[in-house]
């Protein structure tokens, strides 16, 4: 049985400080391709010298723009992990293993533990954290009706053992811009879909978030962490309804 040939994909924006660690940590796709949003700083030089194909495409929101890499790829069988995700020898290993194998799952799911303020969160329901980051392109693509990009439509999927280290923690500043941009994608989805934001959207909502990541999931077992995260995270579901409720007022 020939070895299935890999190829390693990536949506990426100002990422200079995770290329080399991603790239070294692939080495053993047979093609590492970047769609590059347009980096201000030395992502795609950096990417390019190491030998990366890197596309560049404005950003329109998550799903296209993985639908657009998936679509750039010459091989069947895809990793896509994000450049904030840690993937270890361990789970390199775990992946070929499987490709190797004769099974019929044509997608493979991993946790991933998330570090915030430098801390591993373990509870608000981050423990229970997965995504699929291995897939078979003939059989899987991503919901374009979920801008935020991580609901893959695949048919047999398997969890794999190993875990990544999800770094999405940079900075309070950068990673509250993260959610902010996440909410504004949020919100013209909404928009396009003709919701209206109402009291539930406003008030009940984001209470109900808190409440549950907070209290019902343990995140107050994370300490001032999992406060902070709770927090911002609630905070973010009010401002994709507040700026909803702007776009239907034609304000900026």
């Not at 995140?219 to 994709?240: P, Q, R, S, V």
Request: glycine share 4%.
């Amino acid at each position: 049985m020939l070895k299935p040939k890999i190829t390693a994909l990536a949506i990426t924006l100002n990422e200079e400080e995770n290329v080399k660690r991603y790239i070294q940590s692939l080495s053993f796709a047979d093609e590492i391709i970047f769609i590059d949003s347009f980096s201000s700083d030395k992502t795609v030089e950096i990417a390019k010298e190491a030998g990366v194909v890197v596309f560049q495409r404005t950003f329109d929101d998550f799903a296209k723009q993985k639908n657009f890499a998936i679509g750039q790829a010459k091989n069947d069988w895809i990793v896509f992990f994000d450049l904030d995700e840690v993937i270890s020898p361990e789970l390199s290993g775990e992946i070929l293993k499987n490709l190797d194998s004769q099974n019929d799952f044509t997608a493979y799911s991993v946790k991933r533990n998330l570090y915030f303020f430098g801390k591993q969160i373990k509870f608000g329901g981050w423990q229970s954290d997965k995504v699929i980051r291995i897939f078979n392109k003939k059989f899987c693509k991503y919901d374009e009706n979920f801008v935020l990009g991580n609901r893959l439509i695949s048919s047999k999927t398997k969890l794999l053992k190993e875990k990544v280290k999800h770094l999405s923690y940079k900075s309070f500043d950068s990673y509250n811009t993260k959610l902010s941009f996440y909410g504004k994608l949020q919100a013209e989805y909404l928009y396009s879909k003709n919701q209206k934001p109402n009291f539930y959207h406003f008030i009940i909502k984001p209470n109900l978030y808190f409440f549950r990541q907070y209290l019902l999931r343990l995140g107050f077992l994370d300490g001032k962490e999992g406060f902070i995260l709770a927090y911002i995270h609630t905070f973010a579901i009010l401002k994709a309804y507040f700026l909803l409720w702007m776009k239907y007022r034609k304000l900026e």
